[in-house]
């Protein structure tokens, strides 16, 4: 399983906004550039992207924890 780090320092958000759903789940198929998440920097939100094709095998943080620049966010698995 390949991990996702994260774009920047901060908090990571599973979602794009308060009351909607998480932009990926565990199973999710996911393609280079679709978002996955969203990091919160002082009140900027960076999206976190995927950088290869696979499939959600685990989210490692939960949304709105902080994170640290390189932090893996996600585990990939093949897309089968």
């Known amino acids: 399983h390949m991990p996702r780090a994260s774009a920047s320092s901060l908090s990571f958000l599973r979602s794009a906004g308060a009351g909607r759903a998480p932009l990926v789940e565990v199973g ?32 490692l943080v939960e949304s709105g924890r902080p994170v640290e620049y390189g932090q893996p966010l996600f585990l990939l698995g093949p897309d089968v």
């Open 28 to 59: 999710s198929r996911v393609t280079p550039g679709q978002k996955g998440g969203v990091i919160e920097v002082m009140k900027i939100l960076k999206d976190v992207t995927a950088s290869e094709s696979g499939r959600v095998a685990k989210i």
